[in-house]
């Protein structure tokens, strides 16, 4: 079964960068990563995905590991409003949209 | 352009009776899947529609259905209700068709059972 195991929770900085880890050991080789974050009261926002070369867009940065058996969400300069819950995802049957959400982790920024 | 729309955003209701939530999908975006969120499980898939038929289903029991309609907007309907099925219903649509193609979430229906 697709699984994914973050940190409960981690603490940063406002205006430092932030780094989310995700291991995804069970992940199939042709399935993507996805991350994505949810703020209190609101549904699931999508942050980035990536398949096996890291990934920049606009509000974030993936790092996916040589083996793909782990990533990095990384929050160059954290901000209050990135205080949530971040989740990485994998799907199950892979190319689905049936994600499979873990725990996630909760950032809390500190001003 | 609009995001996911679900409604209602708020309900109330008693244990035995049942529910109908309703999603109106991104324009354009085929494939509606539903989420059930609870402190307890997290967030826990239900089933996902392209094009009305139903193409996943979750590990819940036969009282949770859904039906997707030719303009692609969604119900998911709730029977005999228990007191465990209070929980966030999280509505998200895509385009579909396309291998890691990303879905977006509506801000979803809060169910209390009493």
């Known amino acids: 079964d697709a699984k994914t195991t973050q940190p409960n929770s981690m603490e940063s900085n406002e205006e430092e960068p932030v780094h989310l880890p995700c291991n995804h050991s069970t992940i199939s080789g042709t399935d993507y990563i996805h991350w994505y974050r949810q703020l209190p009261s609101q549904g699931p926002e999508y942050v980035i995905h990536?398949?096996?070369s890291n990934v920049n867009n606009r509000m974030a940065s993936l790092a996916i590991a040589e083996d793909r058996k782990s990533s990095t969400l990384i929050l160059h300069r954290a901000t209050l409003r990135d205080a949530a819950v971040y989740y990485c995802i994998l799907r199950d049957p892979p190319g689905t949209y049936k994600y499979i959400f873990g725990t996630g982790t909760r950032l809390k920024v500190l001003a | 352009k609009a995001g996911v729309t679900q409604t209602p955003r708020y309900l109330i209701k008693t244990r035995g009776q049942q529910v109908t939530l309703s999603c109106s999908p991104i324009?354009?975006?085929?494939?509606v899947s539903w989420y059930q969120q609870t402190p307890g499980q997290g967030l826990q898939f239900l089933f996902e529609?392209?094009?009305?038929?139903?193409?996943n289903k979750g590990n819940f029991p036969g009282r949770f259905s859904g039906r997707q309609f030719s303009n692609s907007r969604s119900e998911m309907n709730v029977s005999t209700l228990e007191l465990g099925d209070s929980a966030l219903y999280l509505c998200?649509?895509?385009?579909?068709?396309?291998?890691?193609?990303?879905?977006?979430f509506g801000e979803g229906s809060w169910l209390t059972v009493v």
């Open positions: 324009s354009g975006h085929r494939s």
């Open positions: 529609y392209f094009s009305e038929t139903q193409r």
């Open positions: 990536g398949l096996t």
């Open positions: 998200a649509s895509s385009l579909a068709g396309i291998s890691g193609n990303t879905i977006y």
